[in-house]
């Protein structure tokens, strides 16, 4: 294996976009085998018109995930994943690849589709990326490559090891040649982030004028360990000139640990059903928005209704994951004089394991003051009593335990046979057709988030810390906190890890420290939690495509020669939907008004009355309704839809230098597997009885029927999307090329987040009746569902690289990489409201920033190959249903909604819009050639040491910042061998 520059292989990746039939960027790695970055993720990001999110994932912005989740091509984040031109997957719940999983060590070349061809694999909104691998006979001699490298972070303050080797050779046996390749990799992550966050902001009224106040703030420090392990085999067998045989093995096992904790230093300001909240602010700063910038919280001791007081409490959790994917395939390719066939038998399987863990400490002493100052880059938050009220073990004690499984399973049979004709040199050049059957199934079993209050005063005596086992505490001081930036607003006492990074743990935590709530009535251990939820999804895809290549040397267009192909794929999907409905409990209620006022009557017309024939009746009274069990009815659903995708592509050459492309397609993007479950759970929603009125004190009366709340599935269908592209292309020389590409998608079914009405009916007693009755109601929910609306996504990219070979040496070895990307859109809204009650329209596409650039400074002479690269994003919508974002609170004035809240007036049910905010990172490189065989290298990464943040909409047009992260500077040195 020689050991080359990066410059050969990002020549060779510009030749793959040069030669395409259609809009692609690829990404090739050297000879060595090394593709430029660690993960594919930033491999991706690189890439014109492709972003990466740095978040748990795109709906989880509160968690910060230094390798990055997930990408989106031009804004969206309907992607098909492939393995050498096959689909591969993830059990992720989802339907696409977990990008974190893939091993980078074990890749060729990353090709990013953004066009599409009859002959490609269905299912990308966004497009299609395709990794590939490589195959023994790509070597002409024996190969041994070996790596290692070892990475360090500077706030995780550890290292961790990687290596990988790849073994191949070719063999001439009397049946023809074979070979055999063999890659293993191993790579070890360790990394840790500290975070700050502020909360929701209320409307309060301060010095007579609207305010808006954040109701505290969070802070904490996480952890983030991986290992990922993967596997890929090789075989390849040419028994003659026209026949060759293949055989591989890919698997990937990826193993997560993410831990950490935080604390919660929340005034609330009457969240959740209490009144607003004893504040005063002193020297509190506002700006021109009416938004808190700077300023000290104050309570004066007292408590107003059921307003949470100011004990802080804190949370640590671990969440341990584990991935794996194997994908097997076996094919063939023959080539005849004119007739050339290819097939193969392809089988998939995956898993996926996630569990969460944790516990909660609550303190007994309240804070007496915070201040905050977010007038900075970095937010510099104090508590006055944190050195006492956070440290108290004799006040506090643990409140809460939390425990979550998902597991995973699935499994992909596909077989397909493609077969191409060559007509001549003529017009038409040659013809291609197809056909491709897929049976893929998935079992998602999960219990839910399983969250229960423990060791209450309700319960009896609270078990404070200072009398519990001291293994399952410490004060922890959050070190290197922001690397020293900003000071630590207190140590606070946390759960050992030995009390969350569990499993039996559960039962030691419920037995020791007492549960308010048992699953199932009794739970002691993992085991009683209650029979998990389990969803069974299975796709049968059946396609055809036909397609025509055709080309002229010098024929039309002045004699400048083209060529270009149109097609047909025919796609039909069998969806098969498996899940459970549970109709909840029901305590007792009126199905009307009326129905209330004659029962009042009927039971004597009084309050006194009323609460005396509850008593004796278990809380019924006459014509009132109940339900005492909780029911759940297997269900299913099936659907099946059959879509026609168009394709046409065209390309022709003026000159020797430019190249302009124009393609038309048609892509479709399934659903997520979450998006096809069917089932669901409800319960009554009950509104105010107008006799309670007349109740003071005691129990109140059954309230009014007013629908049903909870959740619901349906089958979605897919999202189509008909694509646009006119790309101007510029080769002049190999070190010296550029281009623009403008697009355009019509996006029809866009899935969307909103309001969806269903009516629901169950079954329900009423008081005295033996026989249950039907209870129908409208189920209003907000979720996903097809938009009547189309989407359209439309922008360009510009791109260029350049190495200046005529400057003197050594600066010929200098060179420029850039790109840039912009996409505007116009979809559907998602639903949000702001912090006053009111709508907040036009809410973008996730995932989807507007502007996106890299530039690269390359450097390639001799033994000595560098880069610096710094890429950014805009801001780009993450969710509206953040936890922490996504509550409600009360505000004297508010209107009543019906609708969404049902709380009636003086109550706002807030779904804030959570933006990621534009950031960009510098990484860098160099690597030294000491001979063909050796190759060192030095990589370094987040070179700015910047600070990614989220922000929140607060009300239509007016943001703050939600969250701040600091992360780890990484230090990678490694060492390439070939033999």
Known sequence: MVVTARRKALQNATERKKNSDTVIDSVVADEAGKLPDTSVTEVLSRVAGVTMVRFGSLGSPDQFSWEGTDVQIRGLSGITGLLNGREIFSANGGSGLSWGEVTPEMMSAVDVYKGSNARLIEGGLGGSIDLRTRMPFDYGKPEIGISAAYSYGDLVKKGSPSGSVLMTRRFDTPIGEMGVLVDVARAEFQSADSFMRSEPYYQQTVGGQKRYVPGGFDYGNDTFDRTRTGFYEAFQWKPNDQLTLYQTVFASNYKTVNGGGGVFADVSFGQNGGLPAPVTFADAQFDSNGLFVSGTLAHDGSSVGNSTTWAPGSANNSTPSENTTADFSQGFTWNGERLKLAGALQYVAAWHKAEDYGMGIGEGINLTTMHMDLTGDLPVNTIANSNTAMVDSAHAAANSIVWNVQKNEAHMTAVNLDATYELGDGFFRDVKAGVRYADRAETDTFTGTWWSAINESWNGAQKTVAQSPAEDWAVYSFPNFFKGDIPVP?????????????????????????????????????????????????????????????????????????????????????????????????????????????????????????????????????????????????????????????????SFKPDDVWLIRFAVN??????????????????????????????????????????????????????????????????????????????????????????????????????????????????????????????????????????????????????????????????????????????????????????AYNINLLYDKGPWDARLAYSWRGDYLATTTGNGTNSWYNLPGAADDPVYCKRGADVVCYSLPIYGSAYGQLDGSVSYKVNDRVQVSFQASNLLDGVPKTKMEVVQGIFATRSWFKSDRRYEISLRMSY
Not at 507 to 525: C, D, L, M, R, W
Not at 542 to 571: C, H, I, K, Q
Not at 610 to 620: L, V, W
């Open 490 to 650: 207190g140590s606070y006492i946390f759960s050992s890890p030995s009390t969350v990074i569990c499993g039996s743990c559960l039962t030691h935590n419920i037995v020791t420290y007492g549960s308010a709530e048992f699953p199932k009535g009794a739970a002691t251990t993992i085991a009683d939690l209650g029979a998990p939820q389990t969803n069974n999804i299975r796709i049968e895809t059946a396609s055809v495509y036909g397609e025509v290549r055709f080309a002229s040397d010098s024929s039309w267009f002045g004699g400048a020669p083209f060529t270009g192909n149109f097609g047909l794929r025919v796609v039909q999907d069998t969806v098969h939907s498996r899940g459970t409905f549970t109709v909840n409990t029901a305590a007792p209620f009126f199905l009307s008004q009326a129905d209330a006022n004659t029962a009042y009557a009927q039971v004597g017309g009084t309050p006194a009355a009323a609460q005396a024939y509850m008593a004796a009746n278990n809380g019924n009274m006459p014509l009132s309704y109940r339900r005492d069990a909780s029911v759940s009815t297997p269900v299913g659903g099936d659907i099946k839809y059959t879509r026609a995708l168009p394709s046409v592509n065209f």
């Open 666 to 851: 048609q892509s479709l993007s399934p659903p997520s597997y979450s998006d096809d479950r069917v089932g669901g759970k409800v319960s009554i929603s009950t509104s105010t009885n107008a006799n309670n009125a007349a109740i003071t004190s005691g129990p109140q009366m059954p309230g009014i029927f007013s629908g049903y709340s909870g959740s619901i599935s349906q089958l979605l269908k897919p999202q189509v999307s008909t694509n646009e592209d006119l790309s101007i292309e510029w080769y002049p020389k190999p070190s010296l090329t550029a281009h623009l590409d403008l697009f355009n998608k019509s996006i029809k079914d866009f899935i969307v987040f909103n309001q969806s009405i269903y009516n629901i009916s169950g079954q329900y007693t009423q008081y005295g009746s033996t026989s249950s009755s039907d209870v129908q109601g409208a189920l209003q929910v907000v979720q996903n569902f097809n938009s009547n609306e189309k989407t359209n996504i439309r922008g360009f990219e510009l791109g260029a690289r350049a190495f200046f070979d005529q400057l003197p040496s050594p600066l010929d070895g200098l060179g420029i990489e850039a790109n840039y990307t912009h996409v505007d859109s116009r979809a559907p809204s998602l639903r949000a409201v702001g912090m006053d009650g009111n709508t907040i329209p036009d809410i973008t596409v996730p995932g989807l920033s507007k502007e």
